[in-house]
């Protein structure tokens, strides 16, 4: 298993009520939450490593950076791509895009860091 650039993923999301800001309590307006979208990014950033990563490691957060650039409607497709631009050391980089039937909703990037699973947790306390 080995992680190259070029690892890409898409996923797609059916906006429903439980996607809202209102639900997300980021706004008090009835169209896809930017925490919700953030998710969904992150997400698709995780699906392309699917497979890629070593026994025992995994990934976690370390930034996001994104622009929600317009509302999306309860009941409308939101379709978000990752694609693993960057490798540097353990940070991987991935540009993120997210489209409807409108254009685009937002841009921005993840960066996820490679982690040994049992001494980050140990780390954590938990």
Known sequence: MTIETGLTAALTLCVSEADTALA???GD???LGTPRLIALCEEAAIT???GHLVEGTT???LSV???HLHPVAIGSTVKA???LDRIEGRRLVFPVTAHDDRGIVAAGKVTRVVIDRE???AKSGA
Request: charged share 20%; glycine share 4%; no cysteine.
């Open 29 to 31: 307006v009835p169209v």
């Open 59 to 61: 990934t976690v957060g």
């Open 24 to 26: 997300w309590r980021s």
């Open 65 to 67: 950076r994104l622009d």
């Open 119 to 121: 001494a980050f947790l």
């Open 48 to 50: 392309a490593l699917a």
């Open 81 to 83: 791509e990752a694609s």
